[in-house]
């Protein structure tokens, strides 16, 4: 596992891999030539698949028993794996030698990342903040003081860290400087879009969350089976382990399990309904039109095959066919992307801490693209349909002066009475 | 490369390219006039070449560096350092003439635009927007790898126009609405669109997206990535910049008008105080900025930004939002910032002029914290375009502009600028949840039994308050 650093002359690299070619071509049959780097003719791919089954077990094992404790321990959950994340991305592209000539510069790394997450989490959280601590009025007053000034405090936060980042600029150094600070800009945007939507889309209903992430793993995992079996066409240069078998193999399971997997999730209360604080209790509520089972009957044909005369639907099982689709064919263009980066900068893997599979990152390249297209399916879909009057109620609330309430109760009724008079 | 051989800096191959690669700026030929006086010239004469390798102009500033000390003592090296201020500079009012031209039609122009409308301010924001983006695309492009890779410009628009979209639809959606909804069919298509427009958005990035990865060729993966990293970073500067000053300018030309005039005024008064007092470097960065400019434009600036926001806050033209995407006359209430309270003048300057009170509008005191903000923070934007010149070793980002360099050069102050006078604006003046904000999305969203309840539970909790107080 090289963690070659981006300083490297491209040439030796890619003379070693046409001399190992050229050797496979000159030891076996043409047969064999497109196939080495196939998972069906790899013979210790039983090795490798058995180290992969036992970290796989072992993540999913984790992960249900975080989804089991509650929305709080999730949030953590993807707090870590983001540091995680950004730490791999940072340590990648730094060069050890220009490190030592600027202490400090590492530090501007991780304020930058505080900032971010400061920014982030105080936007999506702020309202389950509010609800927080309503009971407490100094709390309150100061939280909600804390949220009016929100994008003062962090504006000021990030325009510091660029002043620092501008007085420390040293003589020889400015090139690697600029591109570290662009490489850190990078690193944040896409580490943190994808942990602000997923902890977005956790407080929404844990469904919205474990769904989208339990299409993923599912489609990898029949990806890596159905190439393990059936392997033969490759799908692309950029990752030479992947087939189109695999690849339809896997979108055609993916998209039934997203519609069965629905309707078993749909029917917990626990995953389904939004959490309007930062407590940790249990939930109890009205999941809303989308999670109400509608009872089909089945058509002729098929009810004489089957015991059953109809079936449950829950309406979200529809919206689940779209994520599955989504899962199947574009989220792995998040993995090529992955492959590729890689390749371009001459590393095997963004980090070891997972055995058998790599990083974190490498992990999370396709949920991060499921991530964002999770958030705003839901939004853009599912949430017009149940915009609350609790909702908008919270919101005049917590954000307009007892003035500009009673202001907005007059000009409603008023509304409402044009209204009447109007139809 | 025949450079990293040649390391006499006067002979005439070299003289000859200097002089062939800057033909026509003036300050081009102020800087090779003093070649042998500048060390910091070296790294700023040579064109955008980032292919020379960067041992020469390293070796050239030692080589010339040994050579101004041998031929003299010390003293002569402080002559050249000071030389490189204005203050020694022969050519000095000629460029001057040449700026104060350009930046005359540039006022000129903006005048006239601004009296215009926000329609039209908006559009040449956007064109401003543009011609930033070009220079800076064209910037680390390698014309060998650009070859290979047809359609990957088109790729870079691509995700210019997605940007665009995204951007101007969250910030306009309010106005488009209000400007098509007299005519019911319109109304309908245009709010179908609003609601979608993040899938739409995400749709359009998606496929930006899938089409880099399958254009992706074998030994091209770095520069590919490198060139899709830069192009990302350069949309996140220039349209977060252009995105917040259209959302000031849709509050009130006010607040794009007097940020804007607060950064020339910075600009233009440090280099009138540098001209004439400049002494003491600033930052090593910027070789021609000194702390003599810094503090007189400071002080200028902060005095300026309290009479420029009187006089601007009279014309209700500046400082009425504008709520739709039409471009007649506006009226309006401006609100309590805009109203001039009287204060009478303290005894010890009543003799002295000839009126009893002065009238100060609330916003001038805003206008202290916008005028601090300018001369003492944003002139980092222009050291981190300095910088990042130097870094990349180009002198200019374009030449659209003569005497200034490109447009970015002239915006890169401009740019923090905008960021903190939208952050200032939303979080001290303007309440972000407004009433009609909250009206708007009630009569939007809710159907009207809702909106009945809506007002039943409101009716009941503001009785629940006053009653609690008593």
Not at chain 1, 224 to 234: D, L, Q
Not at chain 1, 344 to 373: L, N, Y
Not at chain 2, 47 to 72: F, G, K, Q, V
Not at chain 2, 364 to 369: I, L
């Amino acid at each position: 596992m090289q963690k070659g650093i981006a300083g490297d002359a491209p040439s030796p690299p890619t003379t070693r891999v046409r001399h190992r070619k050229r050797n496979s071509d000159i030891g076996a049959g043409a047969g064999k030539t497109n196939g080495n780097h196939l998972l069906v003719n790899d013979s210790s791919k039983y090795k490798s698949f058995l180290v992969r089954a036992y970290s796989t077990i072992w993540m999913i094992g984790g992960f249900a028993l975080i989804v089991y404790l509650g929305h709080l321990y999730i949030t953590a959950m993807v707090v870590v794996i983001q540091i995680f994340m950004a730490r791999e991305l940072f340590n990648l592209l730094r060069k050890t030698h220009e490190d030592k000539q600027l202490p400090g510069f590492r530090l501007l790394n991780w304020h930058f990342f505080f900032t971010a997450m400061l920014f982030v989490y105080g936007r999506i959280l702020s309202q389950r903040l509010v609800n927080t601590v309503t009971p407490d009025k100094v709390l309150y007053r100061l939280v909600t003081s804390l949220i009016r000034y929100h994008m003062a405090i962090c504006y000021s936060l990030y325009i510091s860290g660029f002043v620092w980042f501008i007085l420390t600029l040293k003589k020889k150094m400015y090139k690697y400087q600029f591109s570290q600070y662009a490489w850190t800009h990078m690193i944040l945007i896409v580490v943190f879009t994808q942990s602000s939507f997923t902890v977005a889309n956790i407080f929404e209903g844990i469904f919205w969350f474990l769904l989208p992430a339990s299409l993923i793993v599912i489609n990898d995992i029949f990806a890596y089976i159905c190439g393990f079996f059936f392997g033969r066409t490759p799908l692309i240069k950029l990752s030479p382990k992947k087939t189109w078998e695999g690849f339809i193999g896997a979108s055609i399971t993916t998209v039934i399990s997203a519609f069965l997997l629905a309707n078993i999730m749909g029917r917990f209360l626990w995953l389904t309904c939004p959490r309007e604080d930062l407590s940790t209790g249990w939930l109890h509520c009205d999941p809303g039109p989308l999670f109400k089972q509608e009872t089909h009957t089945l058509p002729g044909w098929i009810s004489d095959l089957l015991p059953w005369k109809e079936i449950t639907i829950l309406p979200v099982q529809w919206h689940a066919l779209c994520l599955g689709l989504f899962a199947s064919i574009i989220a792995p263009f998040g993995g090529f992307f992955a492959s590729g980066f890689k390749r371009a900068f001459k590393i095997k893997d963004f980090g070891d801490s997972i055995p058998g599979h790599g990083g974190m990152t490498d992990r999370m390249d396709c949920q991060m693209v499921m991530a964002v297209f999770a958030y705003i399916y839901h939004q853009s879909f599912v949430v017009p349909e149940v915009l609350s009057v609790d909702k908008l109620l919270d919101q005049i609330i917590t954000s307009l002066t007892l003035e500009e309430q009673q202001a907005l109760f007059m000009k409603l009724g008023q509304m409402l009475q044009e209204k009447v008079i109007g139809s | 490369m025949a450079m990293e051989k040649d390391l006499n800096p006067h002979s005439p191959r070299i003289r000859k390219l200097r002089e062939n690669s800057h033909p026509n700026t003036s300050t081009s030929r102020m800087c090779n006039n003093n070649q042998r006086d500048n060390h910091y010239q070296n790294i700023l004469n040579s064109p955008r070449d980032y292919n020379y390798a960067p041992s020469s102009p390293t070796a050239r500033t030692r080589h010339r560096r040994r050579s101004s000390e041998n031929l003299s003592e010390v003293s002569r090296s402080n002559v050249s350092r000071v030389s490189n201020l204005l203050l020694g500079d022969k050519n000095k009012y000629k460029s001057m003439w040449i700026r104060t031209c350009s930046s005359l039609w540039m006022l000129g122009g903006v005048m006239f635009i601004i009296y215009m409308g926000h329609l039209y301010i908006w559009a040449m924001v956007v064109a401003i927007q543009i011609f930033m983006a070009r220079e800076l695309f064209f910037l680390l492009r390698r014309v060998h790898e650009e070859r290979r890779l047809p359609g990957f410009r088109l790729l870079n628009w691509h995700f210019f126009f997605t940007a665009m979209l995204f951007v101007y639809g969250r910030m306009l959606q309010q106005q488009l609405v209000n400007t098509v909804s007299s005519d019911r069919f319109i109304y309908k298509l245009v709010s179908g669109l609003i609601k979608y427009q993040m899938v739409i958005w995400y749709f359009l990035y998606i496929a930006g997206f899938i089409w880099f990865i399958l254009t992706l060729k074998k030994k091209m993966y770095r520069y590919q990535f490198g060139q899709y990293a830069w192009t990302h970073m350069i949309l996140i500067v220039v349209l977060a910049q252009s995105s917040f000053i259209v959302a000031n300018i849709f509050e009130g030309i006010f607040w794009f008008l007097l940020p804007a005039a607060l950064i020339a005024m910075n600009d233009v008064a440090a280099y009138f105080f540098g001209f004439y007092f400049g002494k003491t470097p600033l930052i090593k960065l910027s070789p021609k900025k000194t702390w003599e400019g810094f503090i007189g434009a400071s002080v200028a600036t902060i005095i300026s930004a309290f009479f420029f926001a009187n006089v601007l806050g009279q014309f209700q033209w500046l400082t009425c939002p504008r709520k739709d995407l039409s471009t007649g006359w506006l009226h309006c209430d401006p609100g309590p910032l805009f109203r001039p309270e009287y204060y009478p003048l303290p005894f010890w300057i009543a003799p002295f002029s000839p009126w009893k009170e002065i009238s100060i509008l609330p916003v001038q005191w805003h206008a202290f914290s916008l005028g601090l903000f300018a001369s003492a923070i944003a002139p980092f934007g222009g050291f981190f375009a300095s910088g990042f010149k130097r870094a990349f070793k180009i002198k200019d980002f374009g030449d659209s502009i003569p005497g200034h360099g490109g447009f970015t050069d002239r915006m890169d102050c401009q740019n923090v600028m905008a960021f903190f006078a939208y952050i200032y604006i939303h979080s001290f003046i303007v309440n972000q949840y407004s009433v009609e904000m909250i009206l708007d999305q009630i009569s939007r969203g809710l159907g009207d039994e809702e909106q009945k309840m809506l007002y039943v539970k409101l009716g009941d909790i503001l009785q629940h308050k006053l009653q609690g107080r008593f």
